[in-house]
Nanobody, 116 residues
Framework: QVQLVESGGGLVQPGGSLRLSCAASGNIFRIYNMGWYRQAPGKSRELVAHITNRGSTNYADSVKGRFTISRDNAKNTVYLQMNSLKPENTAVYYC??????????WGQGTQVTVSS
């Protein structure tokens, strides 16, 4: 079974940066498009960014110009570089396929807290 493990979250001040990583077992990155999602307290999970298996990217309007998604197929890892973080970016961040597939379970997520 495919497993996804997110890491890299933490507490950061407004304006700071974090780099999230998502490591996957198996070789799904070579086949699937991948996405980063987030869920803030009291809100639904939303798509933040996605990257195709060929490296084309797309972003939610709220993060354009500040976040960068990338992938390393050799390492079975997808990244999310987050710059100029804002308090409203506080959420649990998850990665999975884009779109999400039922046979690929969600990881545990990584908490990002932006606060002074």
């Amino acid at each position: 079974q495919v497993q996804l493990v997110e890491s890299g979250g933490g507490l950061v001040q407004p304006g700071g940066s974090l780099r999230l990583s998502c490591a996957a077992s198996g070789n799904i990155f070579r086949i699937y498009n991948m996405g980063w999602y987030r869920q803030a307290p009291g809100k639904s999970r939303e798509l933040v960014a996605h990257i195709t298996n060929r490296g084309s990217t797309n972003y939610a309007d709220s993060v354009k110009g500040r976040f960068t998604i990338s992938r390393d197929n050799a390492k079975n890892t997808v990244y999310l570089q987050m710059n100029s973080l804002k308090p409203e970016n506080t959420a649990v961040y998850y990665c999975t396929t884009y779109p999400p597939y039922t046979h690929v379970p969600w990881g545990q997520g990584t908490q990002v807290t932006v606060s002074s």
